[in-house]
């Protein structure tokens, strides 16, 4: 079979395994190779002042850095153009005779443009994780989020005498778990803790309750402290930008994990 060798073998490894899948536009392979004089990776072991970076995920801006660094989100599947186009690709679908070859090919367009959006939100999330594990950091602090949890369905709500249905706000929180699931956190995760074991740094995942209505300053815990971007307590009054303080405060906990409470380095 004739393939087109976009990245050819490097010398000193053997083929271990080959995988041929069918995709929407074309087959494809792919390889893995061993060459056992490589070393394997190994985490340096954390000092006592890690350098540590905090890293918030989110949909207005796919990623806020405890360091102030902020990534933009596309929003691949769900941004205004990506949305128009296949609401038109898929009305040409369903306009076409049942079981048509015409329908059939139509069918093929949306698919296309499905894998295209995917590719696209792939090679971005490797940038972004190579953006991020590459700065001069020892681990990166994530959150251990539960996106499945999060992105359940709302309980069906039932009228009591009548039995009919009534609204549960799941309508409304159809938009918001699309562009959850366009956000990709989850891949994108897996693509840093990827990242940062070849480089030799450590991933700690923290538990992310609160992270973005805790005060900095004092402790008090409120959703009044947020008002959209901005964050001020209700309490002491202290105020910055919500997002990159809900980083900061993943970062604060990574590091309380590694070595306990007590100092707190900035970074
Ligand atoms: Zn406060």
Redesign the pocket.
């Known amino acids: 079979m004739r393939f087109h060798n976009s990245r050819s073998i490097p010398s000193g490894f053997t083929i271990k395994a080959c995988t041929v899948r069918k995709r929407q536009n074309d087959w494809y392979v792919s390889v893995r190779i061993e060459d056992k004089s490589v070393p394997e990776y190994s985490p340096k072991a954390l000092g006592n002042n890690p350098k540590v970076i905090g890293c918030d995920l989110g949909l207005t801006k796919l990623v806020h850095l405890s360091d102030g660094y902020q990534i933009e989100n596309p929003r691949f599947s769900t941004n205004k153009k990506a949305k128009r186009t296949l609401k038109i690709r898929q009305r040409r679908v369903s306009r076409k005779t049942k079981g048509s070859k015409n329908r059939k090919k139509a069918a093929i367009k949306v698919s296309r443009f499905h894998q295209k959006i995917g590719d696209k939100r792939q090679a971005y999330q490797w940038k972004t994780a190579n953006k991020i594990v590459s700065r001069s950091i020892d681990a990166i602090a994530l959150e251990d989020l539960n996106i499945s949890g999060m992105m359940r369905r709302c309980k069906v709500k039932s009228d009591e005498k009548t039995g009919r249905f009534l609204k549960n706000g799941q309508s409304r929180k159809k938009g918001l778990n699309r562009a959850i699931s366009d956000a990709g956190w989850g891949d994108l995760g897996l693509k840093i803790e990827y990242l940062a074991a070849k480089q030799g740094k450590i991933v700690i995942k923290v538990n992310p309750k609160h992270s973005s209505q805790e005060?900095r300053?004092?402790g008090?815990i409120d959703q009044e402290n947020r008002d959209e971007e901005k964050f001020i307590?209700v309490?002491?009054g202290?105020h910055e930008h919500a997002d990159i303080g809900a980083a900061k405060t993943i970062r604060d906990r990574a590091l309380r994990m590694v070595r306990g409470p007590g100092r707190e380095t900035w970074c």
Request: glycine content about 0%; aromatic content about 12%; overall charge negative.
């Open positions: 005060c300053n004092c008090h307590c309490e002491c202290y």
